[in-house]
Nanobody, 114 residues
């Protein structure tokens, strides 16, 4: 069974950086899609960045500031977040899409103060 565990969230000031990690356990295929989403109260979960099959895509609001990467040997995907803004405050969720199934972590809270 696939499990995802996020870490690295916290409280930072605007302009600072954070690095989120998502460790996967279970049977993971290298070419599947793994990504990061975020959600704030009252809003739908939105895509932040995704990587898989040699491609990487970012939401427009993080382009140039966030970088997604993965270490297949460690079954881990990372999200390097630079130049953080108060609008980036959200719960960040790790996602794995594999064989038609979406797997989610429990999320990690990122709070950016102005």
């Amino acid at each position: 069974q696939v499990q995802l565990v996020e870490s690295g969230g916290g409280l930072v000031q605007a302009g600072e950086s954070l690095r989120l990690s998502c460790a996967a356990s279970g049977s993971i295929f290298i070419l599947n899609d793994m990504g990061w989403y975020r959600q704030t109260p009252g809003k739908q979960r939105e895509l932040v960045a995704i990587t898989g099959g040699g491609r990487t895509n970012y939401a427009d609001f993080v382009k140039g500031r966030f970088t997604i990467s993965r270490d297949n040997a460690k079954k881990t995907v990372y999200l390097q977040m630079n130049s953080l803004k108060p609008d980036d405050t959200a719960v960040y969720y790790c996602n794995l899409y594999q064989r038609g199934v979406d797997y989610w972590g429990k999320g990690t809270l990122v709070t950016v103060s102005s």
